[in-house]
């Protein structure tokens, strides 16, 4: 996939051991998407639009604008993830993508998420993501780093 | 905010910080006050004085430092002065791509998690 090169993407990929239609349902049932990632009203439908909610924190409301935009069942899932709310004019505008792959073991899970510019990492105050946010949720995040 | 979180975010800094900002968190009693703001959000200088240990007058100049720092605002109130983060402060210290790589990391973790407890 062929990006403007002044946008960034993070992509997280993994194999797990399971089917892809397992996989597709805990990545489009809303309360299943709730148990991994977030709160959300996540329908799956085209063109829904659906928030997603964490504990509001200062400086973030703790919500995330996100639209359906890609459903092919069960391998492609796509929507927007935008910040929210008072910080939506600055914020960041960009998109999630997942791919399942099926493997000989089960399923490769790709997580692209694209779109970040440059200026989000110097401005980055509307991104939907204060640093107190990642502050609290470092201690277990950081176990999983090497 | 918990030892161990402050602890991780003053490594942090210490790896990336540019000098300034690094040298204004290296100071315990700075430290502290920053973090206390982080934590309970907007204080005057009076509620930072009354748990910091050290005098107002200090106090008033450790956040000024805080404030040439670029980590702290302020905001005049009668005749109180109200302290609170600055949110941007630690911005340019992070490298946020970094940390939503982390953010997805622990998700995917809890999606295989959750896969292993649900049926088939």
Known sequence: MTEPADLRSIVVEREMPHPPEKVWRALTQSALIEEWLMKNDFQPTVGHKFTLRADPVPHWNGVTDCEVLVLEPPRRLSYRWNASGAEAAGGVKTIVTWTLTPTKSGVLVRMEHSGFRPEHEANYRGAGYGWQRFVDGLERVVATLD | ?120
């Open chain 2, 1 to 120: 905010m918990s030892k161990t979180h402050s602890h991780w975010v003053i490594n942090f800094l210490m790896q990336t910080a540019p000098d300034t900002i690094f040298k204004t968190l290296a100071d315990p009693t700075r430290r502290a006050i920053f973090e206390r703001l982080s934590r309970d959000g907007e204080l005057t200088v009076r509620a930072l004085t009354d748990q910091a240990g050290v005098s107002q007058p200090a106090v008033s100049k450790h956040l000024g430092v805080l404030k040439f720092a670029g980590l702290v605002r302020n905001r005049r109130a009668g005749r109180q002065t109200h302290y609170s983060i600055e949110p941007q402060g630690l911005a340019p210290l992070i490298d946020w791509m970094g940390l939503y790589g982390a953010f997805w990391r622990d998700r995917f973790d809890r999606l295989e998690t959750l896969l292993s407890r649900m049926d088939q």
